[in-house]
């Protein structure tokens, strides 16, 4: 349990009154120090998602052990410790008497000596073998036992030594063999790690668990010969297996490699060790997201035409494929999510790649990609804002666009069809390209710019018609942040990771300030658009969302695709939660002919957002004061009647003044066909 921890290495009472020294040895190397701690990174939950630190060290009190985890390492490394001064001449005896008589060069260190030579390896080089170093080790030991008294220096001993593995201490020994805090090690798996020091290469009970059993009986033999257990005891524990318990990887690497960094902007050196980072982080959550990316981009690599490498586990132990040909695309293909809360910005999962350990760039913070046609939800917005009506009939027609040098831009479709009139709420929700170029053009590139920056998406934005269509790069997390204005009623967020930041004894140094809150956009347009947005999922390009939602969560969002298939998005929302997914190679190159956002970032979101959810169900959007609602005809865009289908009628919204029957706005001009600029 973290709130057994103590990250200040000494908690048992100074009999002798000297305090422990601060970390980095002295020339005093009889003082106990402060060895460095990892700073935890903990989810919101309390629970451990990652660590920050040179050594992965967690110092607990003794007392707070059984009392049998101490007595396994005196009964194995120095059975006279409550007896001798910090030098045991017995000891010393029998190991000259051996050497003289059987050549035997055995050591007759005591934990105290052990300790000195750990602690301050500057001042007490246990790899010097000569007499001088000895005496000198031996000095240390019995000044050390003058000053501190024998339980302080056992648990110095036992939060200092190396088990291995990157493992100090006993409590990181217990987490990284057994999973599991330093409190709760039973006999033999106390035994086990006693048995370590000696060789913790050769006695690793997950390497070598037969040596490492060997060695462990031992130290339970010795445990009941002098009288800390007893006999039946022991036998007990010899005859378990050893079982250790494989460390799995980190939950939130990304996220760790993000607070590390606000930390030390924010002056705290979490890089030294000692301090508890509190999060935004739901644990489950992110868990279940960097599965869905990573299992969505397995999935999609087994795909028909496929260009890049097929990198997943599975594909690499499939020897009986014949399809061996040589990828088009000599990469990964890799991925970003990140879930947050829309009314504080608070990140509850972030995930920068598919596997951290093959590459920890965070394509998530520090990548830069085109959004596509997910960027379209802010050319709409910007056109509602000034007037434009869900029902207004436009043009998805071609188009043509002579830029400023002189050359002509012609947007067209993924599908390579025109579908002629249809409503503005139809064109999103098909994701038609050429109105959305228009709707730009009319209300000015700049005006959706600057909603756009409002709202949060921090990347220059090119004033150019292709960037309605997505064409300049964005920042994942920023862009992803930038779609809670929709989901909140038009407030604009700061992505926030740390909640607080604790030091070793508890107290709160750092709490970030709050943004103060901004407005993007008038509420009623957030919600037109979000509205829009809905039929995205329900019947437009992002169905697969909602095939995999169940019904009774609420789902809005856009799907994004680039020019040639080489970026694949969906950005969506529930009243809680927005979400973001990003697929595509490091390098920009087609991920597969026809790739698009609704049939391969789509699927992974929705399996994120139905993790969120589990069994739970979800709050509802409501409309804003300032909305009128009308039932209107889908093809027409026009108020229905009675002879109106029931699969055409729908509920339509519209700001106060602009429903049917309210005075014409200038947008009426789409009606007339397509416009040539």
Known sequence: MVSAISLGMHTVAHAQGSPPAPAGGSGEPWRIITPPQVTLVLARDGSVIGEIGRERRLSVPVRSLPRYVGQAFVA????????????????????????????????????????????????????????????REQQAAREMERHY???????????????????????????????????DLTLAEAASLAAMPKSPVQYDPARYPDRNRTRRNTV????????????????????????????????????????????????????????????????????????????????IETRPGFRGRRCSAVAR???????????????????????????????????????????????????????????????YAQALAQGLTANAMVADTALSVRLDNGQVYSPDNADNAFMGALTVREALTRSRNPVAVQLALSVGMDSVIALARRAGVRAPIAPYPSSALGASVVQPLDFVAAYAAFDNGGVAVDPRFIARIEDRAGRTVHVPAGAPMRPAMDSRVAFLVRDIMQDVVERGTATAVRRIV??????????????????????????????????????????????????????IAGRIIADAYGSRTSGSWTP???????DLDRNTGKPADANTPADRRYREWFLLGTEPGALAWPWSLFRAGPIGY
Not at 129 to 134: D, T
Not at 260 to 278: K, N, P, S
Request: a neutral charge; glycine letters at 12%.
């Open 317 to 379: 132990a499939d020897t009986g494929r014949t399809d061996r040909r040589a990828p088009r695309v000599d990469g990964c293909l890799e991925g970003a999510a990140v879930v947050l809360d829309p009314g504080n910005g608070e990140v509850r999962a972030l995930v920068g790649g598919r596997d951290y350990a093959r590459s920890s760039f965070n394509r998530a913070v520090d990548g830069n990609r085109q959004p596509g046609s997910s960027f379209k939800a802010f050319v």
């Open 149 to 183: 008294n024998k339980e302080q220096i056992l648990e110095a001993f036992l939060n200092q030594i190396s088990f291995g593995r990157g493992a100090y201490g006993i409590e990181m020994a217990a987490r990284q063999y057994f999973a599991k805090g330093a409190a």
């Open 76 to 135: 194995v490394e120095d059975k006279r410790f409550y007896q001798h001064d910090g030098v045991d001449l017995v000891g010393v005896a029998g190991a000259l008497k051996d050497a003289v008589t059987k050549g035997d060069l055995r050591g007759a260190s005591t934990i105290t000596q052990l300790l000195v030579g750990n602690m301050h390896p500057d001042v007490i080089d246990r790899r010097d073998r000569s007499p001088a170093r000895k005496l």
């Open 220 to 299: 339970l033999a010795l445990m009941a010969e002098q009288g800390y257990i007893t006999r039946a005891q022991a036998t007990a524990a010899q005859a378990e297996p050893v079982r250790t318990v494989p460390r799995g990887p980190a939950v939130a690497p990304w996220v760790t490699d993000v607070v590390r960094v606000q930390a030390e902007r924010a002056g705290v050196a979490a890089a030294q060790g000692g301090y508890r980072i509190h999060t935004t982080i739901d644990a489950a959550l992110q868990r279940a997201t960097q599965a869905a990316l990573s299992s969505g981009i397995d999935e």
């Open 624 to 630: 804003p004061p300032g909305l009128v609602a009308a």
């Open 550 to 603: 169940p019904e009774r969560i609420p789902v809005a969002g856009k799907t994004g695709t680039t020019n040639d298939n080489t970026d694949v998005w969906f950005v969506g929302m529930t009243p809680e939660l927005v979400v973001g997914v990003w697929l595509g190679f490091d390098r920009p190159a087609m991920i597969a002919p026809g790739a698009a956002g609704g049939t391969l970032a789509a699927p």
